[in-house]
């Protein structure tokens, strides 16, 4: 049984797609590679292996992509969802979602299951979506199944098979058939931009219990973004190191879409037959874009 909105990938990500960022990748191999590929040396060691990372930061500086390359060095199953899509007004819905989501997890396993701006479906109680009743029990339904108690999704369909509006008061938690599983082949990893929004609950030892951030890209590391997106463009008389000079404050996805812009660009001056793209490329297109994030927001 699938849950459409559970995106399941299948073109693998190499680490050398990304661009910097050694630190971040050295942190993830070791909370997320590890234990996935290597168990026995944690139970030989008497460590426990992590549930749950968090990873935070800017927006579009390769969390996501960063994730994928754990999960395709490490060949596991990765399942991704959006924390939004997770959300649901009416009783029930959100919890019969993550349930579904974790089983799948589970029959998946090993496997690396990724929520995208967890905030959005697990903030700060009384914040984001729908208020404290949703959220409530969407956190505790997100907790009990990061501790090894999970929801019989079949019994879960049959109890909420006609819909009520979220306020309904003749349904609660307690109502929910529940079971002991196995989730220790599935490593939970949860990306945001707002680290601060989320419910101290979920950051315990043995839920998410390792958080790394991912900064902005420095000079380094923007040449490197620079060079990842340019390899397939031949270039004439540019030098990507000017480049990452000028680009201070700009994330790997800004960085990637100013190369795809100053393609189109040399498209549209020079011609669909075209085949350089110049420093002139370049600088015209740079004084058109800025930074899509500000100061403020870091
Ligand atoms: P969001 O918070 O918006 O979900 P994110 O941090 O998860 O963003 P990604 O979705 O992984 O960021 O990255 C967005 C795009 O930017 C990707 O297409 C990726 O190719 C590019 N990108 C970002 N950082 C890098 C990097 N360090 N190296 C190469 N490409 C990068």
Redesign the pocket.
């Known amino acids: 049984q699938r849950h459409s909105d559970l995106l399941v990938e299948q073109r693998p990500v190499s680490w050398e797609?990304?661009?910097?960022?050694a630190e971040v990748k050295l942190q993830l191999q070791q909370a997320v590679e590890w234990p996935l590929k290597h168990p026995q040396a944690f139970t030989r060691l008497g460590l426990p292996r992590p549930k749950g990372v968090l990873?935070y930061?800017?927006?579009?500086?390769?969390?996501?992509?960063?994730?994928?390359a754990a999960a395709s060095a490490c060949h596991v199953t990765f399942l991704a969802i959006n924390g939004a899509q997770l959300y649901s007004p009416y009783v029930g819905d959100s919890e019969r979602k993550i349930a579904e989501v974790f089983e799948q997890a589970r029959a998946g396993a090993p496997c690396i299951l990724f929520i995208?701006?967890i905030d959005s479906v697990v903030g700060r109680r009384g914040a984001g979506h729908g208020g404290g009743g949703v959220q409530e029990r969407v956190l505790s339904t997100l907790l009990n199944e990061m501790d090894g108690i999970g929801i019989r999704v079949e019994d879960l369909k049959r109890s909420s098979e006609k819909l009520l509006p979220e306020g309904d008061a003749s349904v609660t938690s307690s109502d929910r058939p529940q079971q002991e599983v196995d989730n220790s082949d599935v490593l939970l990893v949860a990306?945001?931009?707002r680290p601060d929004m989320l419910d101290d609950a979920l950051l315990r030892p043995g839920r998410i219990d390792r958080i790394i951030y991912?900064p902005l890209?420095d000079e380094q590391?923007r040449l490197?973004?620079l060079h990842?997106?340019t390899r397939q463009m031949t270039l004439e008389g540019v030098s990507l190191s000017d480049i990452a000079r000028l680009t201070d404050g700009f994330?790997?996805?800004?960085?990637?879409?100013l190369c795809r812009e100053v393609a189109l660009h040399a498209l549209s001056v020079d011609g669909l037959d075209v085949e350089r793209l110049t420093k002139r490329h370049f600088i015209d297109v740079l004084s058109t874009l800025h930074p899509s994030i500000s100061q403020g927001q870091l």
């Open positions: 797609d990304i661009g910097g960022l990873l930061g800017p927006p579009g500086c390769a969390k996501t992509t960063l994730v994928r995208d701006e990306a945001t931009n991912v890209p590391s490197s973004i990842i997106h994330t790997g996805a800004d960085l990637e879409n």
